[in-house]
């Protein structure tokens, strides 16, 4: 478990360190120089790109930091639906994984 965590905190700040640097450039975008209207799409394209990037570091990062509470709790290798615990493997691949694989897959086909 003590393993789990710290994979979790570095993982929490390099994604702490990735939204920074998102939004660092977003600001630089926010600033335009004079440029024409093909640089300008450009920049345009560049910038939804860098916010997709962002939201999605921002998700991942809401899932380390709830895992890292659950770890905490002591609930950090028990399924937070049904309570069973969450097969090692998943954990390796996935450290902030907080549904067991048959929860996850439920969860997948409700979004879906």
């Given at each position: 478990?003590?393993?789990?965590?710290?994979?979790?905190?570095?993982?929490?700040?390099?994604?702490?360190?990735?939204?920074?640097?998102?939004?660092?450039?977003?600001?630089?975008?926010?600033?335009?120089?004079?440029?024409d209207?093909?640089?300008?799409?450009?920049e345009?394209?560049?910038?939804e790109?860098?916010?997709?990037?962002?939201?999605?570091?921002?998700?991942?990062?809401?899932?380390?930091?709830?895992?890292?509470?659950?770890?905490?709790?002591?609930?950090?290798?028990?399924?937070?639906?049904?309570?069973?615990?969450?097969?090692?493997?998943?954990?390796?691949?996935?450290?902030?994984?907080?549904?067991?694989?048959?929860?996850?897959?439920?969860?997948?086909?409700?979004?879906?």
């Amino acid at each position: 478990m003590e393993d789990r965590q710290k994979v979790l905190e570095a993982l929490r700040e390099e994604l702490i360190e990735r939204v920074d640097r998102y939004k660092v450039h977003k600001l630089r975008l926010e600033n335009p120089l004079d440029r024409d209207m093909e640089e300008q799409a450009i920049e345009l394209e560049n910038e939804e790109v860098i916010d997709a990037l962002e939201e999605e570091a921002e998700e991942e990062l809401r899932q380390v930091v709830h895992a890292l509470e659950r770890i905490e709790e002591g609930a950090g290798e028990q399924c937070e639906r049904c309570g069973e615990g969450i097969d090692p493997r998943r954990l390796e691949a996935i450290p902030y994984a907080t549904l067991c694989i048959d929860c996850a897959e439920l969860e997948g086909r409700a979004q879906a």
